[in-house]
């Protein structure tokens, strides 16, 4: 009796349906098989998969799962996903779109900020105006520099601070103290909308020398604030510091380049200096290309290339803003951080490309470099040794809890 070969039968995992030689045949990922019509193909990372598996449409494009999870975001507005920068407002937990932010929400100048419902801030409530500039206040800078001195590299400083207390009388009276730097032609204040019952102090550009060396009303007003007139920042929730260096200060934009590159790529060793790991006002993850997804700084050049709430802000046309540190009206601390602004600058001025590529940018040359002009940075290196355990565990590529509490 002659005997019939059996003939393997393939079937679509998904529909069950016979397939046969001449029909389209696809293999997920997994290994099974299925027919075109029940195969769905990821648009970005190429994966196979069945019509029953989990996926989404992410704009035009047809995303799985993983993707969707690893570089998708959900649009609370519009019930989609997207790609790029998320947005919220102030007065909502939603995360949108650019373009649900744009369309759904209103910006406050006085605040600074965006609302779904608009601004309920009474910004006459309290009648500062004669010691607190509203927060579009942009007078003409003043430039100082010590005698004698050469030099395009300025510093501004913002220093946000709040009444222990929340007593607007209070914040009155500690202002109009404050007004002799603005007769001063240091600094001025201006009115924030982060804070609950503060101002900002706001300096003129100021070279590094005559911020160490000639600028004694500045630091003694601040230190009265804080010691007799109950001004705070350290211990809010709400106060940062931010510092302005102006790009003409630097050698061009290859300069500017290798700073970003040396604050991005030692993220550890500048948040432990900076007294504070921030996600939301100085991010260090914008340097991701949204286009691309890639690791790259290029994008932070370009017109509103990132978000301004980055560690480093270059959204300003004549400076770069470092908005990495901890508020605070500790001079020292004050003064370590514009020489860390300052240091990091001077160490980026001169190198080569061949030097980057083997790693000159790491911290550890830095912290040698801070070391060596011990005279120059007074204040840093006495924050380099006080927080030494730390920075050794960075200089050892340790693991260091950037969440941890912070010395003043």
């Known amino acids: 009796m002659d005997t019939v070969d059996e003939v393997e039968v393939k079937c679509c995992i998904a529909c069950n349906g016979e397939l046969t030689d001449d029909d389209s045949i696809y293999k997920t990922d997994s290994g099974d098989t299925v027919c075109e019509n029940c195969m769905v193909a990821c648009e970005k990372c190429d994966s196979v998969f069945t019509c029953d598996d989990e996926y989404n449409s992410v704009g035009s494009q047809i995303w799985c799962q993983g993707?969707?999870?690893?570089?998708?975001?959900?649009?609370?507005?519009?019930?989609?996903?997207?790609?790029?920068?998320?947005?919220?407002?102030?007065?909502?937990?939603?995360?949108?779109?650019?373009?649900?932010?744009?369309?759904n929400t209103s910006y406050c100048e006085e605040c600074d900020a965006t609302y779904m419902d608009g601004c309920t801030y009474n910004h006459e409530e309290e009648d500062d105006s004669r010691t607190i500039h509203d927060y579009s206040y942009r007078p003409d800078p003043i430039f100082h520099s010590s005698e004698d001195e050469q030099t395009r590299l300025y510093f501004g400083i913002e220093i946000e601070t709040e009444v222990r207390g929340g007593d607007y009388g209070?914040?009155?009276?500690?202002?109009?103290?404050?007004?002799?730097?603005?007769?001063?032609?240091?600094?001025?204040?201006?009115?924030?909308?982060?804070?609950?019952?503060?101002?900002?102090?706001?300096?003129?550009?100021?070279?590094?020398?005559?911020?160490?060396?000639?600028?004694?009303?500045?630091?003694?007003?601040?230190?009265?604030?804080?010691?007799?007139?109950?001004?705070?920042?350290?211990?809010?929730?709400?106060?940062?510091?931010?510092?302005?260096?102006?790009?003409?200060?630097?050698?061009?934009?290859?300069?500017?380049?290798?700073?970003?590159?040396l604050v991005y790529n030692n993220k550890d060793f500048y948040e432990v200096l900076a007294g504070r790991s921030s996600s939301h006002w100085a991010k260090f993850d914008d340097n991701i290309d949204p286009t691309t997804g890639q690791k790259s700084l290029k994008h932070k050049f370009e017109r509103h290339g990132s978000d301004r709430y980055s560690a480093v802000n270059t959204n300003?046309?004549?400076?770069?803003?470092?908005?990495?540190?901890?508020?605070?009206?500790?001079?020292?601390?004050?003064?370590?951080?514009?020489?860390?602004?300052?240091?990091?600058?001077?160490?980026?001025?001169?190198?080569s490309v061949p030097e980057v590529r083997g790693h000159k940018l790491d911290c550890i040359n830095l912290i040698q470099y801070i070391r060596e002009r011990a005279e120059l940075y007074p204040s840093l290196n006495q924050r380099l040794n006080a927080m030494s355990n730390v920075i050794d565990k960075i200089e050892r590529k340790e693991y260091v809890p950037i969440g941890s509490k912070f010395p003043e």
């Open 67 to 103: 993707c969707i999870q690893n570089d998708a975001t959900w649009c609370d507005q519009c019930d989609e996903y997207f790609t790029g920068y998320s947005y919220s407002a102030e007065d909502s937990s939603d995360i949108m779109c650019e373009r649900c932010f744009e369309n």
């Open 170 to 261: 209070e914040r009155r009276v500690a202002s109009e103290y404050a007004q002799t730097l603005e007769r001063e032609s240091i600094a001025y204040l201006k009115s924030d909308g982060s804070l609950e019952c503060g101002f900002e102090i706001v300096t003129h550009p100021l070279s590094h020398s005559y911020f160490m060396n000639d600028a004694s009303v500045l630091w003694n007003t601040i230190g009265t604030l804080k010691d007799r007139y109950g001004m705070m920042a350290w211990g809010t929730k709400t106060c940062g510091l931010h510092i302005h260096i102006s790009r003409n200060g630097f050698s061009g934009g290859s300069h500017q380049h290798r700073f970003l590159q």
């Open 316 to 351: 300003n046309r004549n400076t770069l803003e470092m908005r990495i540190f901890r508020g605070s009206l500790n001079t020292r601390f004050i003064k370590s951080c514009i020489d860390l602004a300052h240091a990091s600058v001077e160490f980026t001025r001169v190198m």
